[in-house]
DNA sequence: CTGTTAGCGCATTCAT
DNA sequence: ATGAATGCGCTAACAG
C-alpha cells in the first residue's frame, strides 16, 4: 500500500490493512449451479410454449393479458431473469454502449459519462467503459475490443486518430460519436465544440486586457495543444510555455508555474489548459507571495465544481459536458431506432467566465 | 442549455450552440451491412473447419505453428473481429464485470472504478457501469438488469441492502463483491473498512484536542451517517448536525456551515463526511471571516486531491480507493479462474492525515 | 493435431 | 393469439 499524496503526515493510524476471517462456507466454491433458469422453465411452468413465454414478457402487445399473467407469475416463482447475451445473439441488439475516455479519474469528462449513462439507462441501455490512457494505439485496440462485444454504439472523447480504426468503425456498421472536438469529416457523428476557437477566445481576451507578458501552462495531450496552438496563433508573438504529462492536475500546476516563471520572470498572466491546472498555478502563486490578479492573472479551462469559489474564483472557459453526452446519447439511440439523424455534427459552444482571477467579480 | 453554476458571469461568449451542416451523406444508412464477418468466412479463407478456426485464434496450443500463421492471415485479410457475445453465450464467460456506483461523478469512487478498469482490461475482461443515485430500489432494479448480462462478476459500492437482491445475487452463482465497506456476512466478497471506526477515530481525536463545541456536516447517505453515528457515540454527548443530500459537494458545505453555526453559535470544530464538504466549510468561515484553525477546526474525509494543498490543508481520513479497486478485480478474476479466495473479507484499513486545518503541519 | 456434432438461450421467420 | 422450426456465431464435447 503505498500513498503518493506528497503531504501526507501520518498522526493517527488505524491498525494496518488486516483481514478477517472467512465469515462462512464458500457457496460459490460449492460449484455455480450450471442450470440457470432458462425461458424455457418459465414457458413450461405457465404450461405455455417457448415462444409465448418469450413474446408475454417482452411483446405484452401480441399475447392475451392472462397469457402474460400466468407467465408473469411463472417467471417470478422461479426466479427468472432473461438472458440479454442470448436474446441479443439472435436479435442483434446488445443494448449495450461503449464509451472510451482517455482517464476515467479526470472529472472534466465525468458529466459526460454521467448523463451518457443516465440517458441510457432510461431506455434500457447499459455502458461499457474503457480507458484509452491518452494513448491513441491503445484506443485502437480498444475500440477493436470493443467492436467484438458488437455494441449498438460506441462514444469516443475525441476525434479518433487511428486511420484504422477508423475504418475498421465504419466498417462495422456501428454508430459512432466523437465527442469534445469537431470534425467536418468524423467517422459518423461527432458532438463537441471548436478547441481552436477555445483558444482565439482566451488569447482574445488577453489581448482585450492588454496584458503583455504571458504564459501557457498546458498538459501534453492532443486537444489541449490544440488550444495552446490556437492562443499562441490569436495572441501574435512566442509565448512561454510549461508542458506537463496529461492528466494534468494541481500538483503539476504548481511546478509548471515554478518553471514559467524561471524562464520568465515577470509575467502577468498565465493561460492554463484545465482548472486543475490553473487552482496548481495560483497554489504556486500564493506560496511565492505573488497576489492574484494583481501580481500575475490566471485563467482555467472547464469551469471545475471547486473554481467559482475559490479565493480568489478562477476565470475558464466553461463547457457543459453533460449537455455532450446527452446529446451523444440521443444521437445513438436515434440511430437504433432507425430515426435519420441530423444534423450528424453539433455545436455545443463554450463560453469564457471572468471571474475573480482576471480582475472580474467575486 | 442551462448552466446551474451560481457564480457563472458571462463576459464573452462563443457564438450560441449551433450546429454545422451535414458533412457527406450519411453511410450507416445505407443499411450496415448485416453480414458482418464471421469466424466461418476466416475458417473458409484459409481452408481450414470453422473450429480450427477457432482454436488458431483463442487456444494456439492446439494447433500447429502454420496453421495458425495461415488463419492469422486470413484473418487479417477478411477484417475479422470475434463475436464475444456468440462465444461468450456458448463457454459461459462474457468477459464483462458489471460495477455499480452511487454517483459516477462522485470522484471519491474514482481510483476505484480506475483500478477496477485497469486490472481487468489487462485480462481481458471489460467494465459495464452503472449509477444507483444512492437509492437502494434503484440499486435493486440495476442489479437484475446487470445480472441479465451475465456478467463474470459483480462489484458493489457499499453493502447491499435489499435483501431480495442478496438472494438473488447468491442463486445466479455471479462472484460478487461489496466494497468499500465491511461485513461479517457479505453476499460472497468484501473489500472495504469499517466506518464505525472512522467515525470512533476522528473523535477521539477531536476528544483528544479538547475540543468542547463541535459540530457534523454530514451527506445523508447511510456510509456519511454509519461514521457520523459513531463519532457522535465515540465522543460521548449530542452534536449540532446538519445533514445535506448526497452526493455532498462544496456548496452543500457552506450551506452546512451556515445551519450549524445558525444552530450553535460558537463552534470550534467541524466534523464533514467528505472533502468536498469540508472544502465548502472552510470557503465559507473564510468568508464569515472565521480563523481556520484558530477559530474554527476543520476535518473531512477521503483525501482530495486538492486536499493537501489547500490554505490551510484540510485534515482528512485517508482511504485507498485504487487499492480497494485493485483487490476487486483479483478476487473476481481469481475466483472465475475457479482459484480458491481466501479470506472473503479485506479491511484496507484507513488513516487519519492531519494537516493544517486542524492545527497540523503545513 | 484436426474435424464433426451439438448445443448455449433466445427471437425471428413461418405456420396454424 | 399461439406454436414449431430455424439459426444468431461461436465453442465444449467428443471423435478420428
Known amino acids: 500500500m503505498a500513498f503518493p499524496n506528497p503531504a501526507v503526515h501520518r498522526i493517527r493510524c488505524h491498525p494496518l490493512p488486516s483481514v478477517c476471517p472467512d465469515p462462512r462456507p464458500d457457496v460459490a466454491t460449492t460449484k455455480a449451479q450450471n442450470k440457470s433458469v432458462t425461458l424455457h422453465d418459465v414457458a413450461r411452468a405457465a404450461g405455455v410454449s417457448l415462444i409465448t413465454a418469450s413474446r408475454a414478457l417482452s411483446n405484452p402487445g401480441m399475447v392475451s393479458a392472462k397469457t402474460i399473467e400466468r407467465v408473469q407469475q411463472a417467471a417470478d416463482a422461479v426466479g427468472y431473469i432473461p438472458n440479454l447475451i442470448a436474446g441479443g445473439l439472435k436479435s442483434r441488439r446488445s443494448l449495450m454502449v461503449a464509451a472510451v475516455v482517455p482517464d476515467i479519474a479526470v472529472t472534466q469528462f465525468l458529466p459526460t459519462i454521467k448523463a451518457l449513462t443516465e440517458t441510457l439507462e432510461a ?14 494505439s491503445r484506443e485502437e485496440a480498444l475500440l477493436n475490443a470493443m467492436i467484438g462485444r458488437r455494441p449498438d454504439g460506441i462514444v469516443v ?24 472536438e469537431l470534425s467536418d469529416r468524423p467517422v459518423d457523428m461527432a ?8 483558444g482565439s477566445a482566451v488569447a482574445g481576451y488577453f489581448l482585450a486586457k492588454g496584458w503583455q507578458r504571458v504564459g501557457i501552462a498546458t498538459g501534453d495531450d492532443r486537444r489541449a495543444r490544440i488550444r495552446s496552438e490556437a492562443f499562441v496563433s490569436t495572441f501574435g508573438r512566442p509565448v512561454p510555455t510549461a508542458v ?11 511546478r509548471a508555474l515554478a518553471e514559467l516563471l524561471d524562464k520568465a520572470p515577470g509575467l502577468q498572466a498565465i493561460c492554463c489548459s484545465s482548472d486543475q491546472l490553473a487552482q ?13 490578479p494583481g501580481d500575475l492573472a490566471v485563467c482555467g479551462f ?6 467559482a469559489h475559490m479565493a480568489p474564483s478562477l476565470t475558464t472557459v466553461q463547457v457543459d459536458a453533460a449537455h455532450i453526452g446527452a446529446i451523444a446519447a440521443r444521437l445513438i439511440l436515434d ?8 444534423p450528424r455534427v453539433v455545436d455545443v459552444g463554450f463560453r469564457v467566465i471572468e471571474r475573480a482571477s482576471t480582475g472580474g467579480p467575486d
Open 280 to 292: 496548481g498555478v495560483l497554489v504556486e502563486a500564493q506560496a511565492r507571495g505573488l497576489r492574484v
Open 123 to 136: 431506455a434500457g441501455y447499459h455502458l461499457i467503459l474503457g480507458q484509452s490512457s491518452y494513448d491513441d
Open 302 to 307: 472547464g469551469d471545475a465544481e471547486a473554481s
Open 157 to 180: 472523447t475525441g476525434l479518433i486518430q487511428s486511420e484504422a480504426a477508423r475504418e475498421r468503425l465504419r466498417q462495422s456498421g456501428i454508430p459512432v460519436v466523437e465527442t469534445w
Open 191 to 198: 458532438v463537441g465544440f471548436s478547441h481552436v476557437k477555445v
Open 244 to 254: 506537463v504529462p496529461a492528466p494534468s492536475n494541481l500538483p503539476l500546476g504548481r
Open 335 to 342: 440511430k437504433c431506432k432507425g430515426l435519420p439523424v441530423e
